[in-house]
């Protein structure tokens, strides 16, 4: 496997990319607005499942997708909806249905679990994907794959990615979005370090980020501690 604890001697050309950058801490960051951090105990419960480097891609993989469901519910406590007259069994009555024009873009490859709980929330949506890749030395994010439509017609968009490690892959996935037009984008996570929730709600006060964890920092390596590893590695079996 990869090198991510950040205790490879170092070669003489280049340091490691997080070495003695300063990072914020933990409640710097809790005091950031529209930073929404999951409290329920069920997710605590597939949170802790998912860190265990024991858990097996399968098992790793499944967690994703719940864990993505259990996000969705939680970021689209806002959503618009529209009346609905319907018959129930016994008499006619009005309903509600979510007004639709809603997106979800799964940041290549390690968002397509959480994408996929996504869906089994609400399966209505139109999914956007784009591959971002960091590279391991820079930590910058490149593009190497783009479905985003041309014509727009969604009134949201959720980004889906697990890590948010130093936030470069977020903060160009949304820079990517916000050249399309669309009205309302939020960020749905599992993991953010502080230095990445930081720099994404400096570069986008605009949207809301919901993750289901913030932990301590990132090491030397630009790897999220505690953390879970490499969630692309680990959801599809490439170690
Ligand atoms: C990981 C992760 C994020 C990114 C986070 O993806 O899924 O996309 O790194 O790091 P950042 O906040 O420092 O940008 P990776 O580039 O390893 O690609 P993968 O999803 O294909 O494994
Ligand atoms: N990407 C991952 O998959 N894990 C990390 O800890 C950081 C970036």
Not at 33 to 55: D, E, G, Q, Y
Not at 81 to 109: D, H, N
């Amino acid at each position: 496997g990869r090198d991510m604890l950040g205790t490879s001697p170092q070669g003489g050309k280049s340091k490691l990319p997080m070495q003695g950058v300063p990072q914020p801490t933990r409640d710097e960051v809790l005091k950031l607005p529209r930073v929404h951090i999951s409290s329920h105990p069920v997710m605590a419960h597939k949170m802790t499942l998912l860190r265990n480097k024991n858990t097996p891609p399968p098992q790793f993989y499944q967690l994703v997708k719940e864990i993505g469901s259990l996000l969705a519910y939680e970021a689209t406590e806002n959503l618009a909806l529209e009346k609905s007259e319907i018959e129930t069994p016994l008499q006619s009555t009005t309903g509600y249905r979510l007004a639709g024009g809603i997106g979800v873009t799964p940041i290549l490859r390690a968002g397509l679990g959480l994408a996929e709980g996504f869906r089994q929330v609400i399966p209505d949506v139109q999914v956007w994907h784009l591959g971002l890749r960091r590279d391991e030395e820079t930590l910058q994010a490149m593009e190497y794959y783009n479905r985003l439509p041309h014509q727009v017609d969604l009134q949201v968009v959720y980004a889906v990615d697990p890590m948010l490690a130093t936030g470069g892959s977020a903060i160009d996935a949304i820079n990517i979005l916000k050249r399309r037009g669309i009205p309302r984008l939020s960020y749905l996570g599992i993991i953010a370090a502080p230095y990445g929730l930081q720099r994404l709600a400096q570069a986008h006060p605009d949207i809301d980020i919901y993750v289901a964890a913030l932990d301590e920092s990132l090491n030397d390596m630009g790897y999220i501690v505690p953390g879970l590893g490499d969630a692309g590695d680990r959801q599809f079996g490439t170690f």
